[in-house]
């Protein structure tokens, strides 16, 4: 898929596979944060705040 357009889910695994928060991640795709954990928690991948 080289050259092409990610959909947004796809471009929030790939930069949640590279390591990034959802707040990192929220920040770099210019998106709302909420979105995003909703987004992570559906794939069971949530964050826990301590």
């Known amino acids: 898929?080289?050259?092409g357009e990610l959909c947004l889910e796809?471009?929030?695994a790939?930069?949640?596979r590279?390591?990034?928060s959802a707040?990192?991640?929220a920040r770099a795709?210019?998106?709302d944060r909420g979105w995003v954990?909703?987004?992570l928690s559906?794939?069971?991948?949530g964050e826990e705040e301590g």
């Open 18 to 20: 590279e390591g990034m």
């Open 14 to 16: 790939q930069l949640r």
């Open 29 to 31: 795709m210019g998106v």
């Open 23 to 25: 707040e990192e991640i």
């Open 42 to 45: 559906a794939w069971g991948e």
């Open 10 to 12: 796809e471009r929030v």
């Open 1 to 3: 898929m080289e050259g």
């Open 37 to 39: 954990e909703e987004l």
